[in-house]
């Protein structure tokens, strides 16, 4: 098993930012590919980003790129998600993803192990 615990989430007014963190546990495993997911109210959960934990690429959806950075820590098994230049759009449960035998995937079908959520609003 694996446990995946968010933080970070908060009310921010537009133009603002937010770091969010993600703290895997449990199973050890050696290249998944992690990523942040979104889910605003009456919509399907969105991918965010993902990161490759061997190499470290990165990839973004369109609506995010230029604002949002994914990033890690290997030594302490956490992902980030900076958020800059934040939107009223951005506003939606961040839930932290892993996907154990790692590769490129965006949809969120491929994950295997989801955290909790944390909460993002973003005021006009």
């Known amino acids: 098993q694996v446990q995946l615990v968010e933080s970070g989430g908060g009310l921010v007014q537009a133009g603002g930012s937010l770091r969010l963190s993600c703290a895997a546990s449990g199973r050890t495993f050696s290249n998944p590919t992690m990523g942040w997911f979104r889910q605003a109210p009456g919509k399907e959960r969105e991918f965010v980003a993902i990161i490759l934990w061997s190499g470290g690429r990165t990839y973004y959806a369109d ?24 939107k009223p759009e951005d506003t939606a449960i961040y839930y932290c993803a892993a996907r154990l035998s790692g590769g490129i995937y965006y949809h969120k079908q491929w994950y295997d192990y989801w955290g909790q959520g944390t909460q993002v609003t973003v005021s006009s």
Do not use: E
């Open 63 to 86: 609506s995010v790129k230029g604002r949002f950075t994914i990033s890690r820590d290997n030594a302490k098994n956490t992902v980030y998600l900076q958020m800059n230049s934040l």
